[in-house]
Every structure is written in C-alpha cells, then in structure tokens.
C-alpha cells in the first residue's frame, strides 16, 4: 500500500517501530495520571497545575533545544532524551509502588519531562526528512501520526484496564519500559549511518564557532517571519491551543466524573475514538503524494475542532459526545499532517530544528496560561460551560485565519 511504502526504508522503520512502543507507554503513562491526580486531589486546579509544570519548563528551554538539534546529531538528542524520560518514569513507578507517590513528586516529574521535551520535540521533527527519502515523506509523515493516534486508541483502554486491575505503578513503569525499549531501537540506525551521528554539514555556525547561539536564532525568527502563513499559524494557534486544548486536556476528567457519573473506562473511550479519528485521517491523507489547498483544509479542520469541543459542552449523551471526540481527532489529524508536511517542504533543512522549536514555542506560549484557567474555570463553573465556551473560542479564531489571504492561498 502507498501509505506504509516509507517502512521499506529501514532507518526509518526502526525509528517508527520505537517511537509507537514509547508512546504506547505515554497512553498507559497519561490516563493513569489522570486518574491519579483526580483520585488523589479531586480538583480539576491540580490537574491544571500538573500540566503547567510540563509545559513551562519546555517553551524556556526549546529555542536552546532548537539550536542544538540543528548544531547535533539530531538522533543522538533523542537517544539520550528516550534514556532520561525512562529514568524519570521509573522512579515515579516505584514511588507509586511504595506508596510513598505524592502530588510534589509528580509536580517534579513534569518539570523534568517537559525539559526533555524542549529538545526530543524539534529533533523528532527535524530528522524525519533526515532519514527519510522526500517522496517518501507524505507516507512517513502518516505513519507517524497514525502510530501516535494507534497509541492512543490501545492505551487508553489498556492503561483503565492496567489501572483497575494492576494499579497506577504498573501503568507508569510499562511507561518506563518503552523509553528503553525506544533508545534501543535508535541504536542500530546510528550504527548503520554513522553520518547521522556526526553534526550536521549544512551548519558551518557549528563547526567553526563563528556563529552565536543567539545568530542561529536570529535566522530561524527571520525564517518565520519572512513566511506569512507560518507567523499567522502560530500566533492563532497559540490561543486555538487553549481554546481546544486546555478542556480538553484538564477539564474531560471532570466532565467524565461529575458530569456524566462514569469511569475511567467513559475516560479511556473517549480518548481512544478521538485516536480512532485521528487514524483515518492519517490513512486518508496519507495515500496522497502531494496536499493541494493546504492553507483552506487547514483551518477548515480547525473549525471542525472547534464545533467538537462545543458539544462537549452542549449535551450529556454519551453516543454524541463519541461522535465528537471522533470528529476532533480526525480534524486534528488533517490539521497536524497539513502543518509537518509544509514544514518540511518549505523550510530549509538547515532551519528546520530552529524552526520547529519556534513553531512549538509561539503555538504553546500561551497553553500553562490556559491550563491554569481552565482548572479554575472548571472547579469554579463546571467543565460543560468551560467545553462551549472554548468551542466557540476556537471556532471564531479558525474564521479569522481564513480571512487572511496568505491562509486561502496556500496551496
């Protein structure tokens, strides 16, 4: 089939093959936490702050993990990042284990897991098309969504199962285990490409310390700047991310718990029917070799995001609510593929690690902000009306970017 014809590349095999068993664990990793957190604290305001210590940590550092995933081997970053995020999962598993886990500790592992992110995401990013052919990309790019999405439509359901039966620690230390699992699999590509393991020739700034830290920013802000509909993206998506993201993220719990009487099991399946739309969206766009209208089915699917959240808001039945996590998941898919492939298409490759790190920088400035309200937002007025309000949110801004001429015509 088209879609999986970037498998025949074998670094890139590997690296997928990895990276789907580490974020099987992340799945186990998120709902267990959820869960914990709400068992532990039952409010939505810890929840909040859980995330906040993730995020913050990340959008200090990622300009600096920008700069050094372009001046490294970009594989070599995400070797080490896979060994560190175990090593920090793995105590949390044995805290868990003991007894002895409390919310600090967690607070603590965010902090630490978001630091790695600010360099994993922009290398993760930037050595696809590294290892990876350019006709190959579209498939490439797919397949990383659909394992991310394929994660999260098993781990769920098997995270709830592991969290009735096994506890929380098991779920955090199978979380641990495909870290270690996934520096593994990076291993035999650097072995086999040792020219992936040495500093990237098209950086001279990394070679003869001609260049300053602040130099090889400097380029990648020009990039983004020079680039209509990528500086217009960013900035939207800085709120669409707390419009959409931030109920979604901290809120659903609550509405899972207080709202609809259910379980960890309601939790779990709305999360993996979100996934499940994520996938086909994968598959769909995933058979083309080139997007066209790219700028209008972007945000058209952002619209479709929004409308999403909104009924979230708007009813209790719980078929409905599946439809719309469905219809979130497979406009966010359309979304993010769209975005990854005009990335790597249209930004130099020698930008792209500083690019992508600013690109998540602008897009998730505002998300510890977001996180913080909507915690208090929903202890304070309940998770349904922070659903509809950010729905609409997310709806107007995705009208506002398709005003914008530089949006319609990218094609």
Not at 195 to 205: G, I, N, Q, T
Not at 320 to 347: P, R, T, Y
Request: with cysteine; charged share 10%; aromatic share 10%.
């Amino acid at each position: 089939m088209t879609l999986f014809r970037s498998l025949t590349h074998r670094p890139f095999a590997l690296l997928w093959s990895g990276q789907t068993i580490s974020r099987l664990g992340n799945s186990l990793y998120r709902i267990a936490l959820a869960w914990w957190v709400l068992e532990k604290t039952g409010s939505a305001t810890a929840m909040g702050t859980v995330l906040i210590f993730s995020s913050v940590p990340m959008l200090i550092f990622l300009l600096v993990g920008g700069v050094v995933t372009d001046r490294t081997p970009r594989l070599r970053v995400m070797w080490l990042s896979d060994l560190l995020s175990g090593l920090v999962v793995s105590i949390v598993a044995i805290l868990a284990a003991t007894r002895l886990l409390e919310v600090w500790h967690v607070y603590i592992a965010s902090i630490l897991f978001g630091l790695v992110s600010a360099f994993f995401n922009p290398a993760a990013t930037a050595v696809i098309p590294e290892i990876t052919p350019g006709e190959l990309l579209t498939s490439a790019n797919s397949l990383n969504s659909l394992s991310r999405q394929g994660a999260s439509i098993i781990g769920p359901a098997i995270g709830a199962s592991i969290v009735a039966l096994g506890g929380t620690s098991l779920a955090f230390g199978l979380d641990a285990l495909s870290f270690f699992i996934s520096a593994a699999c990076i291993l035999p590509i650097l072995r086999s490409n040792p020219e992936l393991d040495a500093v990237p020739a098209a950086l001279p700034s990394a070679q003869n310390g001609l260049h300053s830290v602040f130099t090889d920013l400097r380029e990648g802000w020009q990039a983004v700047a020079a680039s209509s509909w990528l500086w217009i993206t960013i900035v939207i998506f800085a709120f669409v991310n707390v419009t959409s993201g931030s109920p979604m993220s901290v809120s659903l719990p609550f509405l899972v718990n207080e709202t609809l009487h259910a379980d960890v099991a309601l939790l779990g399946l709305f999360i993996s029917v979100s996934s499940v739309g994520y996938v086909i969206g994968a598959v769909w766009l995933g058979h083309y070799t080139r997007i066209r209208r790219r700028g209008p089915l972007a945000y058209l699917a952002t619209l479709l995001i929004g409308v999403a959240v909104v009924f979230f808001g708007l009813t209790t039945f719980i078929p409905l609510l599946a439809a719309a996590a469905f219809m979130e998941g497979l406009a966010m898919s359309v979304f993010g593929l769209i975005w990854d492939n005009s990335l790597q298409v249209m930004v130099p490759r020698k930008l792209l690690g500083r690019v992508a790190a600013i690109d998540s920088l602008g897009s998730f400035v505002l998300l510890p902000i977001g996180y913080g309200v909507a915690g208090w937002a929903t202890d304070l007025i309940g998770a349904p009306l922070v659903f509809l309000i950010g729905g609409v949110l997310t709806i107007a801004l995705a009208l506002l970017g398709l005003a914008h001429p530089a949006i319609r015509g990218l094609d």
